[in-house]
């Protein structure tokens, strides 16, 4: 691991990281995106504690740990970073202890901080759809890039998947004729979820007329590809959003708010909770049942506009 400018970091802390990050990718099954999370928050208490008069990580006790979230809460970090850093912390220390590589585990006592329970931007059913027949009508001038973007989207919203996911998935993961999706989520976890007509004829149209014109030695199995032929990033998919959405006259969105308002749109359309957690690949029905209070709020601003007694 390399110190963040400033930070002196030791030898031993070094090696502690390393071992740790081999702990979560190989034992826990955690995203990159969430290793390289953790690895930079003890990166910062790691800087915290040198310039507070530890030695090391090895070195941190209880008192440094709430100093340090409470330094950061002062800044005003938001509620879910420093949920996300105590999270960290926890598991750090919990492993470590637990393998002797600390003496007792300091984040025993350590209170958890609260994510916020605020949502991204949930679209309106005619705001998705508009989105989409932007995303569709761009596609119009056969740009490879344009026939991507509207399948991307329109997979986005069909199924729910994070856009990590979609980046990840392969052609064969997509069955056509069955209309349904095979996802590889967090934790390395496997799941098929259903696929609808209109993102099953984009993809179709996708693999007919874009994907054939990136395709090069090098793509392999990927469905969807970037500009030179190699698998598509999260960043490519992100721009694709921003840019359909600013050219629909909706809200800027990012992909995951299409992520929000497939499971806001399929609560409000009648399905059970139980079927919506396995959509979206939740562990704990508990972070799904957030939408209800979504679809709840939604429902008294609609009573409150309409009733003549509300």
């Known amino acids: 691991m390399q110190a963040a400018a400033g930070v002196q970091e030791t030898g031993a802390d070094t090696a502690l990281v390393d071992d740790f990050v081999l702990h979560l990718a190989a034992q826990?099954?955690?995203?990159?995106?969430t290793v390289r999370a953790y690895v930079g928050d003890l990166r910062a208490l790691a800087g915290y504690a040198t310039r507070h008069g530890a030695e090391g990580l090895a070195d941190v006790d209880l008192a440094m740990l709430r100093g340090w979230l409470a330094s950061m809460s002062a800044a005003d970090r938001s509620r879910a970073t420093l949920a996300r850093r105590g999270a960290a912390v926890r598991t750090f220390f919990a492993w470590a202890a637990?393998?002797?590589?600390?003496?007792?585990?300091p984040a025993l006592r350590l209170a958890s901080a609260r994510p916020s329970s605020t949502l991204p931007t949930v679209l309106s059913q005619d705001s998705a759809a508009d989105l989409l027949d932007v995303a569709r009508t761009r596609s119009d001038?056969?740009?490879?890039?344009?026939?991507?973007?509207w399948a991307a989207l329109e997979l986005l919203y069909a199924t729910g998947v994070r856009v990590g996911e979609l980046c990840r998935v392969d052609v064969d993961d997509l069955d056509l004729s069955e209309r349904t999706l095979r996802v590889l989520g967090k934790g390395g976890k496997e799941r098929v979820v259903p696929v609808g007509e209109p993102a099953v004829d984009a993809t179709r149209q996708w693999l007919?007329?874009?994907?054939?014109?990136?395709?090069?030695?090098?793509?392999?199995?990927?469905?969807?590809?970037?500009?030179?032929?190699?698998r598509v990033d999260q960043r490519q998919l992100r721009t694709a959003v921003h840019e359909v959405a600013v050219a629909a006259g909706v809200e800027d969105v990012a992909p995951h708010a299409l992520r929000h308002s497939a499971a806001t749109h399929l609560l409000e359309g009648g399905s059970d909770l139980r079927s919506v957690q396995e959509v979206l690949g939740h562990s704990s029905l508990a972070t799904t049942q957030r939408y209800t209070h979504v679809t709840a709020d939604r429902l008294r601003a609609s009573f409150e506009q309409a009733h003549p007694r509300a």
């Open 28 to 33: 826990r099954g955690l995203s990159e995106h």
């Open 98 to 105: 637990r393998t002797g590589r600390v003496a007792s585990d």
């Open 208 to 230: 007919r007329r874009g994907r054939p014109v990136l395709a090069t030695e090098g793509s392999g199995p990927a469905l969807f590809l970037g500009r030179r032929g190699g």
């Open 141 to 149: 001038d056969d740009d490879p890039i344009h026939l991507r973007d």
